[in-house]
């Protein structure tokens, strides 16, 4: 039992976090088919989304993927769960 407390269990609280933050979409990192598994996210938008962060050097917000056209509030709240921004690229 003392085991169990020392390794295993420090490892299954442990579990829920990595999954998910796994489960995570960075937008100012994630490629093309990884944005295209976006709800409401084809092709089209998922090179939308690489151009802007190219050309404004990343995103700041999830928010403001609503300055691309065609996306606007409805599609981020559909894929709020899953959307993150990491650090700026440099």
Do not use: W
Not at 57 to 62: A, E, I, L, Q, Y
């Amino acid at each position: 039992m003392q085991l169990f407390r020392k390794l295993v269990a420090p490892v299954l609280l442990c579990l829920p976090l990595a999954l998910f933050a796994e489960g995570m979409i960075d937008i100012n990192t994630a490629d093309r088919d990884t944005l295209m598994t976006l709800r409401g996210i084809g092709a089209s938008y998922a090179e939308r989304i690489i151009d802007y962060r190219e050309q404004h050097g990343g995103f700041r917000s999830v928010q403001e993927l609503t300055d691309i056209r065609g996306i606007g509030p409805k599609l981020i709240e559909k894929n709020k769960d899953i959307l993150t921004v990491g650090e700026l690229p440099e």
